[in-house]
């Protein structure tokens, strides 16, 4: 019977477990989905933005469509799920003008753009993971970015709305080529402009007050810059490019792709308006000018930005590599190889300057018998302890040292063999009073120290680590946890 209630409790258990994961699973579709919808809405408010923006007039043509990076961002995030919602914000931003064009079947063909629309934002998700699945981390990862995850799929898709567009009669089909020219750049734009954005916000999402300083300070140059360019005065737009480039070097990615991102959509804002330097009689000319403009601007500045990141991370790299070599990763405290280059420059500082400094060794009593009652851990934790008191008990000018095994070494610039004592003598009380407690264990242990001072002549480095060590063997021998210490001469050395 009692294995029986057993049976039956554990089935209860898991039933209510299963029942937990179904709830949590059910919960986080649902925030995806309720996140889509508005990642749908953000979609409708890019492309209405567009057509009102971003248009050239009489011609209506499109020169910038964020809503093709925002879909991409979309698929990104969501796969495959993200294209029903691509396609009906797409359809809902496309309808109102295909019904105003007076044609056959509109809401076939507005479904047909739509189903493109969404094709874009799915191929170039699907290009992005199989040719830069890392993202964008160098300078030299923007041409497969440009050609794969921009053109190629903006230019599927551009086909397919072109000619839906002329079949439908919406267009003529002498003007479906220039159509389709100006919805691959459009299309492309609105992806080179958006997914850097998004992976850089995505990466580093934080908020640096200089930085923020330097953008602000920036941006007002640049809007001052735009003014004058589209003022009568169009050769202040290629000033432009140099600001960004140097802003690049001073703030982060994320901050640097918004100012891009910023001042490209301005730019080609107000030439929607028939204002600034990129206007001209014949249309196509004009259109190519800007968008060669934007685009040869926005690669240069986002190559020069990944670049400065790429430079930084591997300095950053190397510092820590170059860290990690010179502190003992254990006690956090300098080895042997950084400290006697550090003990070596303040004895010749002390030379030439007529001062004195001293060193104390330090060793820890019968280490052995602790790592053989208790064990390496316990070990570990009593060399941790110990040089934490060492820190505790030295001034920030001090340098202590592990030096191998139970062996610790304290440089005192700028002091006598009396007060290193005094320091080393806190330590030693505190070290004796203080025990580690391991596994509910109390462990006492004690140190050895020999202290020397360095008070000039013709004494070397070797010669003052040789005095304090033999210091230290002798505090050994008149029964350990205690301090021997005096000064070092040519003749005791």
Not at 117 to 137: F, H, I, K, Q, Y
Not at 190 to 202: K, M
Request: aromatic share 8%; charged share 15%; with cysteine.
């Amino acid at each position: 019977m009692s294995n029986m209630v057993n049976q039956l409790k554990s089935s209860a258990s898991g039933l209510v477990g299963q029942g937990g994961q179904t709830h949590s699973g059910v919960r986080q579709k649902l925030q995806e989905i309720a996140w889509l919808i508005f990642a749908a809405g953000l979609y409708y408010l890019a492309a209405r933005t567009g057509m009102q923006l971003f248009a050239l007039k009489p011609s209506n043509i499109t020169l910038l469509w964020l809503a093709s990076g925002v879909g991409m961002v979309m698929c990104m995030r969501h796969g495959l799920l993200a294209f029903p919602f691509i396609l009906i914000a797409s359809f809902c931003a496309n309808y109102p003008g295909m019904l105003e064009a007076h044609r056959l079947s509109p809401k076939l063909y507005t479904l047909i753009s739509a189903t493109a629309d969404a094709m874009t934002g799915v191929v170039a998700m699907l290009m992005m993971r199989l040719s830069l699945p890392e993202g964008l981390r160098k300078s030299t990862d923007l041409l497969h970015f440009g050609i794969k995850v921009c053109l190629i799929p903006t230019m599927l898709s551009s086909l397919i709305i072109s000619l839906n567009m002329a079949v439908g009669g919406y267009i003529h089909w002498d003007e479906a080529g220039n159509f389709f020219r100006m919805l691959v750049l459009a299309d492309s734009l609105g992806i080179l402009l958006i997914y850097p954005l998004y992976q850089a916000w995505r990466d580093d999402h934080e908020w640096r007050s200089s930085e923020l300083q330097r953008l602000v300070l920036t941006s007002l140059g640049i809007g001052v810059l735009l003014y004058l360019a589209f003022r009568g005065h169009p050769g202040f737009i290629y000033f432009v490019l140099p600001v960004l480039l140097l802003l690049a070097f001073y703030i982060s990615l994320n901050l640097m792709t918004l100012a891009v991102a910023a001042s490209m959509v301005a730019i080609i804002a107000i030439t929607g308006q028939q204002l600034g330097p990129f206007q001209s009689a014949n249309l196509v000319e004009a259109n190519f000018m800007l968008v060669c403009f934007v685009c040869t601007t926005t690669f240069t500045i986002m190559a020069v930005a990944l670049h400065n990141r790429q430079l930084l991370t591997i300095e950053a790299a190397r510092q820590e590599w170059q860290k990690a070599a010179e502190v003992d990763e254990l006690t956090k405290l300098v080895n042997r190889a950084t400290f006697l280059p550090m003990l070596a420059d303040e004895h010749q500082r002390a030379k030439r300057l007529h001062r004195t400094y001293a060193l104390a060794l330090l060793d820890i009593d019968h280490f052995k018998t602790v790592n053989d009652v208790y064990g390496h851990q316990a070990g570990d934790e009593v060399l941790a302890h110990f040089a934490s008191l060492m820190q505790s008990n030295t001034r920030g000018i001090d340098k202590a040292a592990r030096l191998g095994g139970d062996e610790f070494a304290v440089l005192f610039p700028e002091s006598n063999a009396m007060d290193a004592a005094a320091a080393m003598e806190r330590l030693r009380l505190r070290l004796e009073n203080n025990p580690v407690t391991v596994a509910g264990v109390n462990i006492y242990v004690t140190s050895s120290i020999g202290i020397t001072e360095y008070q000039g002549g013709d004494v070397t480095p070797d010669m003052v680590r040789t005095r304090a060590d033999q210091l230290l063997y002798s505090a050994k021998h008149a029964g350990r946890n205690r301090i021997m210490f005096d000064a070092v001469t040519d003749e005791a050395a």
